[in-house]
Structure formats: C-alpha cells, structure tokens
C-alpha cells in the first residue's frame, strides 16, 4: 500500500487565515466563497509572550484579528500608569479606527501568551466593506457596543463604588458566557487596572462577596454567582 501523501507545512499554513477571519463576528456571517477572498487578503503573524503589537505613535493602517492567544491593550498615564483598556481573545479584532483615516496608535498593545494574529491593511478592508456592505453593518454594530462599554466604563470609574464596579463586571461575564459559572477572562492585576482600583482591593472585595454568600471562589479565576440580585443591589 502507498503511503499517504502528506501536505506540506505551507499548504497547511494556507489554510489558517482562512480559519482566522472565520471566527470574527463581523465576518463569520459571510458564505465560504467569500470568506475565501477575504483570507486571501490576509497575513499570518506569529509573537511570543510579552512582544508588542503596536505602541503609540506607530501608524494605524491595519486591522488585526486574534486567530490564537491573548493580547492586552492599555494605555500609560503621565504618572506612568497603566490603565488597561482591554483583553482581546481569539475572535477578536481592534485597528478599526485606521479604517477611516491615516492615524497613529494611541495605546499598547502587548501579547500576554505567544500569540498568532492575522493583519488585513487599510486599503484592502475598504475594497472589501464595498464589496460586501454586510461587512459595514457588522462592524457598526461592533464598534457602537465597544463606544457604550468604553463610556459605562469611564463613567463607572469617577462615579460608581468599587464594590458596585465588581459586581457589575461580575454580572456582565456571567451574561456573557450565559453561566452563573465562569471564568475569569484576566487576571486579578488586570482587572484591578480595568476597574481603577488595585489587585489587593479586588481580592478583599472578592472575599467579601464571598462571605457574604453572593460568589463561590475556585482558584484565582473560576466564579460562581450564588446571588446575582444581591450583588446587583450594591452601590
């Protein structure tokens, strides 16, 4: 019997911008055939842990797309700072802003794993939001949520307790993965910096929801919301 040919690690390579542009929401409602044509458009990028995507001040010309690992996105105050603006994991994607305009990245963004990450350019995302206005829709749709969760969050920040500001982030995962179980999607450092607060507060809140009997605690990340009302009363 003749052995099975094997496909050769390029072609097999082929294959992964086309599984990476398939995960993102502003594209996985698009048919096969024209998932194809935008893969073709699309370049595979590998980091490791700890490497920048972009800093402030590169040029903003391109979207990327998170086919594998997690990236951090934040900001640096004039104290030096950090606030954290937010996690991405695969299936997302950020540089929609250069989409309209040439402009400059405001912020880090910095692999917290090794990563992959798929890049389409400016000029090429515009052909194709042409080309397929469903695209356009999708991308509104997504940018207008990030716009109401960047506002809530900047709000909640000057204006909202700390106890108030957990539990509703603690509501909002369990909506998320639509389970009273969940896991955490950052660490209790990064999330300190997307709260405004720091990781010795949110592990002290934390243990008080606990013992208040309103969350189950497993490890650093697992949750389980044992009384969502109660912790959606705080202030």
């Known amino acids: ?106 912020s880090y963004a910095e692999t917290m794993q090794a990563s992959e990450i798929c890049t389409i350019h400016r000029a090429d995302v515009q052909e194709l939001l042409l080309q397929y206005p469903g695209i356009g829709l999708h991308m509104l749709a997504e940018l207008s949520r990030r716009l109401g969760s960047s506002e809530k969050q900047t709000a909640a920040i000057t204006t909202v307790s700390i106890n108030a500001r957990l539990a509703q982030y603690l509501a909002d995962q369990a909506e998320r993965v639509n389970s009273a179980q969940f896991d955490l999607p950052m660490s209790r450092r990064h999330l300190a910096s997307f709260l405004g607060t720091t990781p010795e507060t949110i592990s002290r809140r934390l243990g008080e929801f606990e013992d208040a009997g309103w969350i189950l605690q497993t490890g650093q990340r697992q949750m389980t919301i044992l009384d969502l009302d109660a912790l959606l009363l705080l202030e």
């Open 1 to 106: 019997m003749s052995p099975i040919p094997r496909q050769p690690p390029d072609a097999m390579c082929e294959h992964i911008p086309a599984l990476c542009v398939s995960r993102v929401p502003i594209f996985n409602h698009l048919p096969p055939d024209e998932l194809a044509v935008i893969a073709d458009k699309a370049s595979m990028h590998s980091y490791e842990s700890g490497q920048f995507i972009h800093r402030p001040g590169d040029p903003s010309n391109k979207i990327f797309i998170i086919h594998q690992g997690t990236i951090k996105v934040y900001r640096l105050a004039d104290t030096g700072k950090k606030q954290l603006v937010r996690i991405l994991s695969p299936g997302d994607f950020a540089g929609e802003l250069s989409l309209f305009s040439a402009t400059a990245h405001d």
